[in-house]
């Protein structure tokens, strides 16, 4: 069995598939740390299966028996957060400091590095569609929560943002978790390659899952939590401007930002926020 943690990137062929030095050139230093990351999973996904091409055709899918038996072949458990470790095995670098009072903008800025391109252009996508401005909030922080959490990253999600947004927004983070499983052809959402890839060509969603969802489609408002996994990207798209600017007066509206700072309000989820702030705790 391959081993996934000693991959090797020809830097030559990775500037080539963003286009060539120039595109490159072009490419904020975020949306090149995204493309890179981006990349090396793939990488990652195509050796562990023995494919060098790295094609998402069905016949290079693992099973989910495949899946499992290579947990033992990393260095790392997958459903740390981002801001916890390297999956490449790089040291970390030091983190910028945190004001005394963040704000969700501070952690937009200083901590939600890794997710933060992805999240402005699913909410770019949503806002361009006219969506509610609750649920284009809900697409802006979906994932962010990765930096923390991978495992059931839609409720760690929905609980962290709960005391600071609208009861639709930490809905629609919620239950996205479930609604990807399934297609939704009339929402226009299809089940992406890449979850044959992660999870396993026969892959049948954990009964809590299946709940959720059955819960969801009955739900007033799943159509806000059914639009999250349809602005969802499952790829980068490297000639996107990625920004926070389109959605500050939104975030202004809608987020409920505390007086004390995320982390320093004393709410159920204060410890969520500090966690993040502060990832290099040893305990």
Request: hydrophobic share 40%; aromatic share 10%.
């Amino acid at each position: 069995m391959s081993k996934i943690n000693t991959v090797k990137i020809d830097r030559r062929d990775f500037i080539a598939s963003l286009g060539g030095a120039a595109a490159v050139g072009l490419m904020s230093h975020e949306t090149r740390a995204d493309a890179l990351e981006h990349h090396l999973e793939e990488l990652l996904y195509a050796q562990a299966e023995g494919s060098a091409s790295g094609s998402s055709g069905a016949a290079d899918f693992p099973t989910a028996a495949e899946v499992h038996e290579r947990i033992t072949t990393r260095h790392y458990r997958r459903g740390v957060g981002g801001l916890f470790l390297n999956t490449n095995t790089e040291n970390v670098e030091l983190l910028p400091a945190m004001p005394a009072n963040p704000t969700i903008m501070d952690f937009f800025d200083k901590r939600f590095m890794r997710t933060r391109g992805h999240c402005f252009q699913s909410a770019a996508k949503a806002m361009e569609r006219g969506v509610q401005e609750e649920v284009v909030l809900a697409c802006l922080l979906h994932d962010v929560v990765q930096e923390m959490m991978r495992s059931d990253h839609g409720y760690w999600g929905a609980q962290m943002f709960e005391p600071y947004v609208p009861e639709i927004t930490s809905f629609a983070i919620r239950y996205h978790q479930a609604l990807r499983f399934y297609t939704d052809t009339e929402a226009g959402y299809e089940y992406p390659d890449l979850y044959h890839r992660i999870f396993g060509k026969d892959y049948v969603p954990a009964p809590h899952i299946q709940a959720a969802k059955d819960y969801a489609e009955k739900h007033r408002w799943y159509f806000a939590a059914r639009e999250v996994t349809v602005s969802d990207l499952y790829a980068f798209n490297l000639d996107a401007v990625v920004s926070i600017d389109p959605f500050v007066e939104l975030l202004g509206r809608h987020f409920k930002q505390p007086a004390e700072g995320l982390g320093n309000d004393n709410s159920p989820v204060a410890h969520m926020w500090r966690t993040m702030a502060n990832p290099d705790a040893p305990l």
